[in-house]
């Protein structure tokens, strides 16, 4: 078992020992025996940010035969449709940039066991494949953007077709209503990590959560990961490192949020273990009416170590429409990362323009805060976001929890590069109980002074759901990029013109 292990099953000891006395409240799902779905009603439901709703769950059973026999499985066959259109493209001259289209079309199928004295059992198939006449050829699969979830790059690079069979989910779970323990392959949602289902297969984690309640409308969580598992990858990989020993940077943690100044090599020359533990603890209360108070911490030793304080409160008027106002504040501390990385920033190139303390140092934070108006019956909102990230290091965030999510990210951005500020304005309607539109707009200043970041640009995202049954969902995207390519870099001349158009079209099936 890898250094700091024990630590985690301590606190998923401690945790377990509280929960037994613990207040009982909070939102953690009890265990309890399911409520027959009526005829019109699916078995779950996909909520906007895709992420899956149960409405039926398989029933407390009084045997181990029952508990394999009176499971449920849980369908779904989906497809996406992936086109990227580049304003400006280089490919011919060496760069990266090349007009690029994929298509996955595959599902997934879930089996959940009975609960046998709070015990149960998750397993979950997910798969996808290219169709050969909407994908990127074996040789031109480098400049896939955002389809390049459907299928392998390291599979078709070292020779593998274009499709992903994987175990999506595999955990055994104790539920007694107040603790809540998973151990195995799992979904993570918080402020660091999140399952990120937006394309055809979720990003997983190996290793041990546990959730208690600990007063009323108040719960505690705390989890260790061994490993990670990608959107784009059939094998898990370590939760950082990016390149393996080979130097393949397919094959081991290539999350466009990830730091590929942390690499394989990088850590070996430094005499660092290039295997790392991701320890992650959260609490969240809504004791106080109206608020919602999150604090979150995240540790990967030796690397890098998270504090996030959240909070979100309701202001209801008379007339139906609810304020909320929001802030984030986001602090990242070096645990030894920046020594590794050296003088590079996210991109693992030259850290050109940033304070000289980035060459031996992760240090930095970031402040974010919004304000919504929704609606009367939830029909839709508006938002205004803002986000401004410290002129110190790049924050580290390759688990798909975005830092400036919820707050100013817009799809396929990557905001938070050191001394980036973002402004946002964003409409949602439901024009009917089948059809939701999403409108968009962000404003992205990076550091014109910092050669190794992107342009600034503005942001257009259209989005609409609708609903054919409620079974059956057509999702839509429109994105529009304008990059500013006439900013002096530090050195001199312009920055990259990464002005781009993209188009999205979903399907899902739920049975």
Same mark, same amino acid.
């Given at each position: 078992?890898?250094?700091?292990? /024990? ?11 509280? =929960? +037994? ?18 005829? #019109? ?9 895709? *992420? ?62 009975? &609960? ?5 059992? *998750?397993?979950?198939?997910?798969? /996808? ?20 979830? +459907? ?14 069979? +994987?175990?999506?989910? =595999? ?6 209503? @107040? ?18 289902? @937006? ?27 061994? $490993?990670? $598992? ?24 290539? #999350?466009?949020?990830?730091? $590929? ?16 533990? !991701?320890? !992650? ?21 030796? &690397?890098?170590? #998270? ?19 929001? +802030? ?19 991109? =693992?190139?030259?850290? *050109? ?23 009367? $019956? ?5 938002? !205004? ?15 798909? =929890? ?15 590069? %050191?001394?980036?500020? @973002? ?21 992205? #200043? ?15 995202? !259209?989005? @609409? ?22 900013? %002096? ?23």
């Amino acid at each position: 078992m890898k250094r700091n292990t /024990t630590i985690i099953i301590g606190m998923a000891t401690a945790v377990l020992l509280m =929960g +037994t006395s613990a207040i009982a409240g909070g939102d953690i799902i009890p265990v309890e025996p399911a409520v027959k779905a009526k005829a #019109d009603k699916p078995k779950r439901q996909t909520k906007g940010n895709m *992420t899956v709703k149960y409405n039926v769950l398989p029933e407390n059973v009084e045997s181990l035969g029952d508990m394999f026999s009176e499971g449920i499985f849980y369908g779904r066959i989906r497809s996406n449709v992936f086109y990227w259109d580049w304003g400006d493209e280089d490919y011919e001259t060496g760069g990266k940039r090349k007009d690029n289209k994929n298509m996955g079309l595959g599902g997934s199928l879930i089996y959940k066991s009975g &609960v046998l004295n709070g015990i149960s059992m *998750t397993l979950g198939y997910y798969g /996808t494949f290219t169709p050969a006449f909407f994908r990127m050829d074996a040789d031109e699969v480098q400049y896939s953007k955002a389809g390049k979830d +459907t299928f392998s790059r390291y599979k078709v690079k070292t020779g593998g077709g274009y499709e992903i069979h +994987t175990l999506g989910q =595999g955990y055994l779970e104790y539920n007694n209503g @107040t603790v809540d323990v998973k151990a195995g392959r799992q979904f993570s949602e918080s402020v660091f990590t999140a399952s990120n289902d @937006t394309k055809m297969i979720p990003n997983t984690f190996d290793g041990i959560s546990a959730s208690v309640k600990i007063a009323l409308k108040t719960k505690a969580r705390v989890a260790w990961f061994g $490993k990670q $598992k990608l959107r784009d990858h059939e094998n898990a990989h370590d939760v950082v490192t990016f390149k393996d020993a080979a130097g393949e940077s397919w094959n081991n943690n290539d #999350d466009s949020g990830g730091h $590929k100044g942390l690499s394989y090599a990088n850590f070996v020359a430094a005499g660092e273990d290039p295997n790392h533990d !991701l320890f !992650l603890a959260d609490l969240q209360t809504k004791y106080i009416k109206n608020l919602n108070f999150r604090l979150s911490a995240l540790s990967v030793p030796g &690397v890098v170590k #998270d504090i996030v304080a959240e909070a979100h409160y309701r202001i209801p008027f008379e007339n139906g429409w609810t304020l909320r106002p929001g +802030t984030r504040y986001f602090y990242q501390m070096d645990d030894g990362g920046g020594a590794v990385a050296g003088y590079t920033n996210l991109t =693992g190139k030259a850290a *050109t323009g940033y304070v000289a303390g980035v060459a031996n140092s992760l240090d930095s934070s970031l402040f974010a805060a919004r304000v919504d108006l929704q609606m009367p $019956k939830k029909k839709g909102f508006f938002r !205004l976001g803002y986000s401004k990230v410290a002129d110190k290091a790049d924050i580290v965030a390759p688990w798909r =929890g975005f830092p400036t999510g919820g707050f100013t990210r817009a799809m396929a951005q990557y905001n938070w590069y %050191a001394n980036t500020e @973002t402004f946002m304005a964003r409409a949602v309607y439901k024009f009917t109980p089948d059809f939701k539109l999403s409108l968009r707009y962000a404003v992205q #200043d990076f550091d014109d002074a910092k050669d190794n970041v992107q342009a600034d640009s503005t942001i257009w995202h !259209l989005d @609409t759901w609708y609903n054919f049954t409620d079974r059956l969902q057509m999702k839509t995207r429109i994105g529009i990029v304008q990059a500013d390519n006439d900013i %002096a870099k530090s050195l001199g001349g312009t920055k990259a013109d990464v002005s781009y158009n993209e188009y999205r079209l979903e399907f899902n099936y739920l049975f």
